[in-house]
């Protein structure tokens, strides 16, 4: 069974920085694509970035630049390292799995499979 939990949000002021983590188990594919999304109240669920297994990355223009995705295979942990955080940053953050590599999820318009509980970022001005 695929289990995915997040940690490591919290309240900080805009400027500042937080580390997610997402541990994940159960997860046995060689090839597949990890991303972190985020909602907002009364927003839509937006992606804000992915990585492939083999390393690619993609991030949403609204946080190239000031947020980093990376995983640690040994620990099958994924982390998103969020730097230079604003308001409009504040959201419900979820890590989420696909057992396809993340092209083909682009491409393809595949829905994530698998996804954690959410972890709450709230960036005060």
């Known amino acids: 069974q695929v289990q995915l939990v997040e940690s490591g949000g919290g309240s900080v002021q805009s400027g500042g920085s937080l580390r997610l983590s997402c541990a994940r188990s159960?997860?046995?594919?060689?090839?597949?694509?990890l991303g972190w999304f985020r909602q907002a109240p009364g927003k839509e669920r937006e992606g804000v970035t992915t990585?492939?297994?083999?390393?690619?990355?993609s991030y949403a223009d609204s946080v190239k630049g000031r947020f980093t995705i990376s995983q640690d295979n040994a620990k099958n942990t994924l982390y998103l390292q969020m730097n230079s955080l604003k308001p409009e940053d504040t959201a419900m953050y979820y890590c989420?799995?696909?057992?396809?590599?993340?092209?083909?999820?682009?491409?393809?318009?595949?829905?994530?499979?698998?996804w954690g509980q959410g972890t709450q970022v709230t960036v005060s001005s």
């Open positions: 989420a799995a696909v057992p396809v590599p993340c092209k083909v999820v682009t491409t393809h318009l595949i829905e994530f499979s698998d």
């Open positions: 990585i492939d297994s083999d390393g690619s990355t």
């Open positions: 159960g997860y046995t594919y060689s090839s597949y694509c």
